[in-house]
């Protein structure tokens, strides 16, 4: 069991909770009933993706990366792809659930872009921007039948998405300056997209920009050591911020909405970062 938490990266799924519960959010609906199994279709895709990332990598990971599940022997390719194909199925079958067919317009594109990035796009230059349309769209899947007023809200998350993959190619043997001053650039596009829009009161206000504030406080110094030093290391370091940044930049875009909501989004982060250090989220 361990090697397939390890496989699934499965405490960072905490950190994708708060994609749907933002857009529901930002659309000005209510995260109750059958609408709470939306964050969980989330968690299952999200598992998914890094079953199949993992199955996809396992020659470079038998190099770069021997102690993953797959090359260490603890998973076998057959059983991780299998794994992959079973969560897909989950996520689908939860967003049906949770939000009928005006969530499955989102939950298949979803599911598709997922595949897509893990099974070809990944090394390409279309790799960050196809990550980040995954993201986007677990935003939306929240959004019910109101995509264009969550719009705002899954840009956030995408441009932010984009920034920590593009970051993230350099785990292994360092980044390009370039690219860790490209992703502060979108932290900080990150921060003002989350904070724009109107907010029911000031509560909400001072809520949204409260959270803003740790987002740019956490992503931000991690990804200006790297833009200083971007050695593996340190793009190592900044990729786990970036991951568990998420957490207060859905905060910051649903307070605005829903200051308890926001509360309960906010919850994940401490509890994400102490798993952290039992599984990486990378």
């Not at 987002?215 to 340190?234: H, I, N, T």
Request: proline fraction near 5%; aromatic fraction near 4%.
């Amino acid at each position: 069991m361990k090697a397939y938490v390890e496989l699934v990266r499965a405490p960072a799924a905490l950190t994708v909770l708060g994609d749907t519960v933002a857009g529901s959010a930002a659309a000005g609906l209510k995260m109750t009933g059958r609408r709470l199994l939306l964050p969980l279709s989330s968690v299952a895709f999200y598992w998914a993706g890094m079953a199949l990332n993992d199955w996809a990598d396992r020659k470079l990971d038998a190099v770069e990366r021997p102690e993953r599940p797959i090359p260490s022997g603890r998973v076998s390719a057959g059983a991780a792809l299998t794994t992959g194909v079973a969560l897909t199925a989950a996520g689908l079958g939860l967003a049906a659930l949770g939000g009928g067919r005006q969530a499955m317009r989102v939950a298949v594109p979803l599911a598709a872009s997922v595949w897509a990035y893990d099974t070809v796009l990944k090394p390409t230059l279309a790799g960050p921007v196809a990550m980040a349309a995954c993201r986007t769209l677990d935003v939306l899947l929240g959004a019910g039948g109101e995509p264009r007023l969550a719009a705002t809200a899954a840009a956030a998350v995408g441009v932010h998405t984009l920034g920590v993959t593009a970051l993230s190619t350099g785990e292994v043997h360092g980044a390009n300056p370039a690219t860790a001053r490209a992703a502060l650039a979108t932290s900080c596009a990150a921060t003002t997209l989350a904070l724009t829009g109107p907010a029911k009161g000031g509560w909400h206000r001072a809520a949204s920009m409260a959270a803003g504030s740790g987002y740019a406080s956490l992503v931000g110094k991690a990804q200006a050591d790297a833009v200083r030093d971007p050695s593996a290391k340190s793009v190592r370091s900044a990729t786990r911020s970036g991951i568990h940044g998420m957490v207060p930049l859905q905060a910051a875009v649903t307070a605005k909405g829903s200051v308890l909501g926001a509360a309960l989004v906010a919850a994940a982060l401490p509890i994400a970062r102490k798993l952290s250090r039992k599984v990486s989220p990378t």
